[in-house]
């Protein structure tokens, strides 16, 4: 008798859940867009109620929809375009405006030794607090280590909630000596470095653009005002393993170095196109702009900006190749997709996506090299900059002094 009740209500739930999905989808049925997949729709939502009445395992209906959510993205066959659930949009969209989460140290993977280099460590992160150095070796974090588990998984080890702790282990090693050293790091929000300067000799310039997010033309606004405090009289651009971020922060570094021109065409998928043009004032500093096989999106696209105006001189290796623009589109719980929805070209109409950007000068770094541990005098490609500069700036002196009559 217990069982039939069980039953019946089982059944009755069900009939309730067809009913619900039958509403919902004679409802969306008239909205604007949604008739067209209808099918598409109803299918989903078959799939769901036959789970739920039919399926003798247990079944998680948000999973579900992640799951299919992932799969339409999937289907597009367009890497830049994704779906995030919704602790994981969280995070993004925070990335994206500039802040970070994490223990603050930022690695990249040595093949050879099978495990990840700290690079920079961020200030205000307690992997600061605890004194992990730049080219300090990232070991292990929570049992996962870098050998048996690969980067990958050390990497999501390392990440977590804001708050939470890891215990982590690094490597340290200085005059030949190795020590190792485990410690608990806490988890925070952190506001990204994304962009820094020095002066280097003969009063060049340079800053490096880690990131677009937000807040990197006010960084690098501030790197700039203070080489030119410190003399400076020429500059290097870095954006070598420059991850892209926003249109707006690209526009805002490139404004400083262009006259009032076209900047970026923006073509939607109706075909309209948008023009975004600089301002009319202008600096005209010597310029040289390094960029590498992973300098991405509007990393990229600012060198062969520069490139096609000439108004600095390009150096390095061949660009990702990348011409589509995202933006984030808020779905129902918190997820969100990143979908490719408009094609950028420059401003004499060339998609960088087949192509990328090939610098002025091609220079290569010595096998197995990371310019992040490079010192100025050992980075061929750096060199190589600073040395197009002093040549344009002493063909430049000739010529103004050509030009000039005796009275």
């Known amino acids: 008798m217990q069982g039939e009740k069980k039953a019946l209500l089982r059944g009755a739930a069900a009939g309730a859940l067809g009913m ?37 395992g247990e079944a998680d209906a948000d999973m579900m929809g992640d799951m299919a959510a992932y799969g339409m993205m999937k289907s597009l066959d367009d890497r830049y375009s994704l779906y995030l659930p919704a602790e994981i949009a969280e995070e993004y969209e925070a990335n994206k405006y500039g802040e970070t989460f994490g ?3 930022q690695c990249v993977w040595d093949e050879e030794r099978q495990a990840a280099r700290v690079y920079r460590i961020l200030d205000g992160s307690s992997a600061k607090e605890q004194g992990i150095l730049p080219g300090d070796w990232l070991l292990a974090a929570d049992g996962v280590t870098a050998a048996q588990d690969g980067y990958d998984a050390l990497v999501e080890a390392v990440r977590g909630k804001e708050g939470t ?8 090693v200085e005059n ?6 485990e410690v608990s790091l806490e988890r925070r929000r952190l506001t990204q470095l994304m962009a820094e300067g020095e002066l280097l000799e003969d009063r060049v310039g340079l800053i490096r653009i880690f990131s677009f997010h937000k807040g990197a033309a006010e960084q690098f606004e501030a790197a700039y005002q203070a080489l030119q405090e410190q003399g400076m009289e020429q500059l290097v651009i870095d954006v070598r393993h420059n991850s892209g971020g926003l249109v707006s922060e690209m526009e805002q570094v490139a404004d400083r170095f262009l006259p009032e021109c076209d900047v970026m065409i923006l073509r939607r998928k109706n075909g309209r196109e948008m023009r975004r043009t600089s301002g009319a004032e202008h600096d005209d500093i010597p310029l040289a702009v390094l960029a590498d096989e992973q300098s991405y999106s509007a990393a990229e696209f600012f060198a062969a ?3 096609e105006y000439g108004r600095a001189v390009t150096v390095g290796a061949k660009t990702t190749g990348k011409e589509r623009a995202q933006n984030t589109y808020k779905l129902a719980g918190g997820s969100e997709i990143v979908l490719s929805d408009q094609q950028y070209l420059t401003p004499q109409g060339r998609a960088l996506g087949e192509t990328g950007m090939t610098p002025d000068l091609e220079v290569a770094l010595p096998e197995g090299a990371v310019f992040y541990f490079l ?4 980075d061929p490609q750096l ?11 002493a063909e430049t002196g000739a010529e103004n002094s050509e030009n000039v009559k005796n009275p």
């Open 20 to 56: 619900l999905l039958a509403c919902i989808l004679a409802v969306l049925l008239f909205l604007p867009g949604y008739g067209r997949h209808m099918t598409t729709m109803l299918k989903l939502g078959q799939i769901l109620d036959t789970v739920d009445r039919q399926f003798i």
């Open 103 to 105: 223990v603050g140290v």
């Open 165 to 172: 702790e890891v215990r982590v282990t690094f490597l340290h």
């Open 176 to 181: 030949g000596a190795e020590s190792e050293r």
């Open 305 to 307: 900006l520069m490139q």
């Open 375 to 378: 010192e100025p005098g050992e």
């Open 383 to 393: 060199a190589a900059a600073v040395g197009a500069l002093a040549k344009k700036t």
